[in-house]
């Protein structure tokens, strides 16, 4: 290749500073603590991207973006109005791959679905495609020119450059945020992610393969679901009609709540205190009612339950203050939840009580000492208050917000199961530990996903229908659950952005649905799918307050399982592998990965979907039924029986009151 890829081959010129788009969410200040000299590496840093020609005119704008949002964006770079994925065939590059990757960075952007799109943020509060607009420019060219003898690798959002490989290769491999053990902590990363060498990918954001807060509404449909049939009786061919779940947040993921109750028959009560996301899931349908009084929310919500008809409904208020008031007026409520964004608790992922949005947002930039004050005791409310209504009969379940973490961290050492830290973890469950792990992921069920990307309706249909005839419903009522859902996905309106769809399968039920898409594509049935997951799934995740917090060997805080993954993935040539550490639950708590495949109707495609389709799920499941998880085991004894070329190991599974006896008998602390 001769031509240089840089900034200068892009622009002729130094581009125009643009306005902001009123209404458009902005990104709080992020955390600022760098040293002058420090200071003066992320201004050499960012400026390592830009000819050195336009540096006298960018140095102080890039000054006065780190000091007062405390990263650099280069939002001069930003291409002006709506970024969004377009069809395919409206990207320039020299294979489908790289055309692919482009509509999803794209798609991650695009003011329908970003949190911050501004500051390149997907969801989750922090989750970012890539640190700045210039990192954009040049992956996007790289992109354009990628060809299928070669390999993008990205560094936390940095890319790094074209590597030659072959065309059994992945074309873009991405890492976020990983770091050394002894810096793996949020004060370092803040401090990298200010001098503009670290990104938080959360897990689908950087990972390109974020698909609207669709894609996690299927997980909480089955989790609510799966919840209700565990702790509220409800048999396995039924829904929740009649009950009443109460959570908050409606942002980037926890906005499938209300939905996700809905179409789980559920009466649903979230709290959130940003009126503007209330909005947007309200003029999506997501939500059906919004209330700032409490009277009202909960007579509607009464109404409802009565008549046994499923609602959304949207309190604009703190969730603490609707915990108290439902412990003053004594009000029932059957599964109850949080989905703050606890793992950036101090960063403005939770707002504290007696101050409203906005004001958390000016305290935030103003007085982080106090606001760090005020949440603390916040949480220390909402415990007390979750602590009553669960001893009223009420369940409660983590999830997956670092929120019992959160509470634990601010020092009430109560919520620990052992009273003194979180090792032996917390007193109430996490959704995974009681209900997704092994309900779902010891079996290899997790979420599973595609995008059409010629962006039309038609192949989202035809891809639904296809999937939904590879589903055996009788099989077990995971499947059934899945094949209702993917019957009713049109009808739920669930698409924002990209034609894409979420379905839940194992690992045999993915590579049935690879294929049989491939076909598809291959006869010109529909155009070129990308297919991916969330990270939260069986095998991509380890993370011992989330996805293997129902792993009880130890080994919930070993990296492993996540790394192989990730590594096996790249061996056996998923068009995008990615590696990112904090996903979900914050720096230093979790690695977890992905993938992307591009399906282009080719035999290649066929044979990488063949080996890697299962690899991924069943390196998983073979950690969970190594870990002695039951439901993992039966699964792989099935898996070991297929003729697949590939072979597992199960443990040796033993007495547990004996050794209990044994070792009560001769322990000695510190040992002999
Ligand atoms: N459910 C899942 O399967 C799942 C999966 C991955 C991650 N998560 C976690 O869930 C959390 C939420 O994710 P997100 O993408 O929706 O984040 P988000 O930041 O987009 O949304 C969180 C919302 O909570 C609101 N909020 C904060 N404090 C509040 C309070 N005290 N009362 C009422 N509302 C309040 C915020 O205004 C925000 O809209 C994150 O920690 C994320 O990591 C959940």
Known sequence: MSDKIDLKSIFSKLPDKKPFIKGIRRAPKRDFSLSEAETELALKNALRYIPEEWHDDLIEEFLEELLTRGKIYGYRFRPEGKIYGKPIDEYIGNCVEGKAFQVMIDNNLDFDIALYPYELVTYGETGA????WMQYHLVKKYLEVLNDEQTLVVMSGHPLGLFASDKKSPRVIITNGLMIGEFDNLDSFNRASSLGVANYGQMTAGGWMYIGPQGIVHGTYSTLLNAGRMKLGIPENENLVGKLFVSSGLGGMSGAQG???????????????????????YEQGWVNDISSNLDEVFVLAKKYVDRKEPRAIAYHGNIVDLLEYVIKENIHIDLLSDQTSCHAVYDGGYCPSGINFDDRTNLLK????????LVDLTLKKHYEAIKEITNRGTYFFDYGNSFMKAISDSGIKEICKNGVNDLEGFIWPSYVEDIMGPVLFDYGYGPFRWVCLSRKDSDLEKTDLAAMECIDKERRFQDFDNYNWIKDAKKNQLVVGTKARILYQDAYGRLKIALKFNDMVRNGEIGPVMLGRDHHD??????????TSNIKDGSNIMADMATHVAL???ARGMSLVTLHNGGGVGIGKVINGGYGMVLDGSNRVDEILKTAMLFDVMAGVSRRA???????ITTVKEYNELNNNSYITLPSLTNEDKIRKIVKNNYVRGGK
């Not at 069986?538 to 996805?547: H, L």
Request: net charge positive.
């Open 626 to 632: 190594w870990a002695r998880q039951k439901n993992s």
């Open 568 to 570: 096996g993935n790249s």
């Open 129 to 132: 495609v890539l640190q700045n």
């Open 538 to 547: 069986t095998g991509g995740t380890d993370s011992p307050f989330r996805e």
């Open 366 to 373: 103003t007085d982080k000492v106090k606001f760090k004050k």
């Open 259 to 281: 939905k996700a109750a809905y179409i789980s028959g559920a009466v649903g009560v979230i709290a959130e205190v940003d009126y503007s996301r209330i909005l947007t899931r």
